[in-house]
């Protein structure tokens, strides 16, 4: 059962379709990973089924009806989202921030109600940031301000928690410290999450469910032994790579050795070749800045 | 563990309000000594008297007539420039924009000036058209740095905001100024003060006419502190928890212009107000704008009093446009905000 699916949904900024088609359906209470190449399209689906992006075409759905025609303040109860790099203004406290993230569930003026209190406590208790609750965001390590955001979309009491690199310019303990998060978040109080993650060995860990992106369309879907295969890692990323049994769990770990394709290329490239390569590179580019 | 983290919450909220009423007892203060000074000196004791129905000779006329207006106005327009301001800051996300930089000002100040063509200084011109003019020119220009900063799936670059914001004003400078090569000197004297920026509008229709705006703006302002909160933490995350920001942005927007337009048209250009007001105040009690905005309201209203007060008194019997003595004050205060903001 899935309450959160899209249906022929295509995505695009300005003249470029970066998403075509796409029929993608989040199952209940999984952790699932997004994965693919730079300027995949990856974040662009997360946004849009988060309501975020409107798309070109094609509809997500949430509990049946569209995303994109409910109100937004309504979703926001069910379904929380965390934006690549977040920035918090200056000098607010980490108990301002997450007492934000009740927005939804307030009215105008008035204090925080009795369930406003709960949840904050919960969220800087189960966060492991009760004892920073006083310093400012900008103060803290990037793997505390990460929890402390993460904190503040746990105190929307949503169901289903979307985050976009929630791992991206963290040390690899504070990426560790994020993902353990999740997964307890995920164990313990049975919530959805979707995640864009850059590294396969983190998303085969710690997800169930994992879908391969490839310029906008879903190359393969599936548990992460399905998903993570030569095959599909040489398609998606256009790398050779060894996949190896995790000598502790048993899930499938990544080697990667080599660029795929290079035997490929024409011994001697057209100048027509060349040109379709750099116009692709071009690409590429637009999409990071975009 | 639950008791510590909002007690200390309840306290530091507790000591926002204590800030606003020390702030609020300052600007009562400003109001007595300002009653006081002037031209014609009257002693605390002639104020009280005179504020009883007991003046005696010419006393209630400079108080009733000439000092009351001009304190009521000053408070009005200083707490709709700093909250206008605020807003500003905070759906840009930019430090650095106020309502003068931004270009309403200007705007603004363009529209009185063909007003002020058309129409005799002297003569009784039609005063509560005044705000609707400048409130119009402080659309047009607003609206035209909304468009030039606008971006389809990016909303308002802050960056691009404040640049086009200085492009608009520029533009808009260059106007009145071939403008005023035109008036004929009575008219220019006039419109040369009003640049400057001084409170010139120094009786009751003036304060009649401003009222309304701020009376009925301020609250509504207030009432969007938390949607203030949520868009400072960028689109994203707004959206994210259930802001539809479109909307948001241009109402708010709307009223930022509808607040500083109004107090523009009685005030003239005062800069600065709308910039530091809002920077002292989160320094003061905090980014949160249900505790930031009142305390801005109550900043800009003590920043302007003194600054006319002092402006009517050091150099007397001549005046200093308050505009300048706030600028004074608030140049250096800039140059500290850039010189930081780099580090």
């Known amino acids: 059962m899935s309450r959160l699916y899209t249906e022929g949904l295509s995505i695009g900024y300005v003249d470029r379709l970066i998403v075509e088609d796409l029929n993608l359906s989040i199952p209940q209470g ?21 309501r975020i992006m409107k798309p070109r075409n094609g509809t997500v759905f949430l509990d049946g009806k569209s995303i ?85 979309a746990l105190a929307q009491g949503t169901d289903m928690l979307f985050l976009d690199e929630p791992t991206t310019y963290l040390d690899m303990a504070h990426q560790l410290e994020v993902l353990k998060l999740l997964e307890h978040l995920n164990e313990e109080e049975k919530r959805t999450i979707v995640m864009v993650v850059h590294d396969l060995n983190h998303a085969t860990r710690f997800a169930q469910h994992m879908v391969a992106i490839k310029t906008g369309r879903v190359v393969c879907e599936g548990s992460p ?3 993570m295969t030569s095959e599909v890692l040489r398609e998606v990323f256009g790398i050779e790579a060894d996949i190896i049994p995790d000598p502790r769990t048993g899930v499938p770990l990544c080697l990667p050795y080599e660029l795929a394709g290079k035997e490929r290329k024409p011994a001697k490239p057209t100048a027509k070749a060349d040109e379709a390569i750099a116009a692709e590179q071009v690409e590429v580019k637009e999409e990071v800045l975009v | 563990m639950e008791s510590s983290i909002f007690a200390a919450d309840r306290r530091k909220r507790k000591r926002a309000y204590t800030i606003m009423l020390i702030i609020g007892g300052l600007v009562i203060l400003s109001f007595i000594i300002s009653m006081n000074t002037g031209h014609i000196r009257l002693s605390p004791l002639d104020v009280f008297k005179t504020l009883f129905g007991m003046g005696v000779d010419n006393q209630p006329l400079i108080l009733f007539e000439f000092r009351l207006p001009r304190i009521v106005i000053s408070i009005l327009i200083g707490s709709g420039l700093a909250v206008s301001g605020a807003i500003l800051q905070g759906i840009s996300r930019n430090a650095l924009a106020d309502p003068g930089i931004l270009g309403i000002n200007a705007g603004a100040g363009l529209m009185v000036m063909l007003f002020v063509s058309f129409y005799p200084v002297t003569s009784n011109a039609p005063i509560f058209l005044l705000p609707i003019m400048a409130l119009f020119g402080a659309g047009f220009a607003a609206l035209l740095i909304f468009m030039l900063s606008y971006k389809k799936n990016e909303g308002i ?32 004297q006039f419109v040369a003060t009003w640049m400057a920026g001084s409170i010139w509008g120094t009786n009751w229709k ?16 207030f009432y969007k502190a938390r949607v203030l909160n949520v868009l400072n933490l960028g689109e994203q995350t707004s959206i994210g928890l259930g802001t539809p920001i479109k909307k948001e942005q241009i109402w708010l927007l709307a009223a930022a212009v509808g607040l500083a337009g109004s107090s523009v048209s009685v005030s003239g250009g005062i800069g600065f107000v709308g910039l530091i007001a809002p ?37 007397q019997p001549s005046e200093i446009p308050v505009g300048i003595v706030v600028a004074v004050i608030g140049a250096p205060y800039f140059l500290y905000l850039l010189a930081r903001s780099r580090a």
Do not use: C
């Open chain 2, 157 to 188: 670059s802050p960056t691009r905001l404040v640049l086009s914001g200085i492009g608009v004003a520029a533009g808009i400078s260059a106007a009145m100024i071939v403008l005023t090569l035109r008036l004929d000197p009575e008219k220019y």
């Open chain 1, 225 to 227: 032994a399905e998903v």
């Open chain 1, 30 to 50: 999984k952790i699932t990973a997004l994965v693919g190449a730079n300027g995949s399209g990856k974040s662009t689906i997360l946004k849009t089924m988060a």
């Open chain 2, 279 to 315: 920077h002292l105040a989160r320094r003061l009690v905090g980014p949160r704008h249900e505790l930031m905005l009142p305390t801005s309201a109550l900043l800009g209203s003590l920043l302007v009093i003194a600054g006319d007060t002092i402006g009517r008194t050091i150099l």
């Open chain 1, 68 to 152: 994109h025609s409910q109100s937004t303040k309504d979703i926001a109860k069910e379904l929380a989202i965390l934006p690549q790099n977040p920035v918090a203004p200056d000098g607010l406290t980490v108990f301002e921030l997450i007492s934000y993230g009740r927005f939804p569930h307030q009215k105008g003026f008035g204090s925080l109600t009795k369930e406003d209190k709960k949840y904050i406590e919960w969220a800087l208790q189960v966060t492991g940031m009760i004892d920073f609750y006083d310093r400012p965001v900008d103060q803290l390590s990037g793997g505390q301000r990460q929890r402390a955001w993460i904190a503040m």
């Open chain 2, 206 to 221: 003036f304060v009649v006419a401003l009222l309304p705006w701020i009376v009925i703006l301020l609250p509504l302002v």
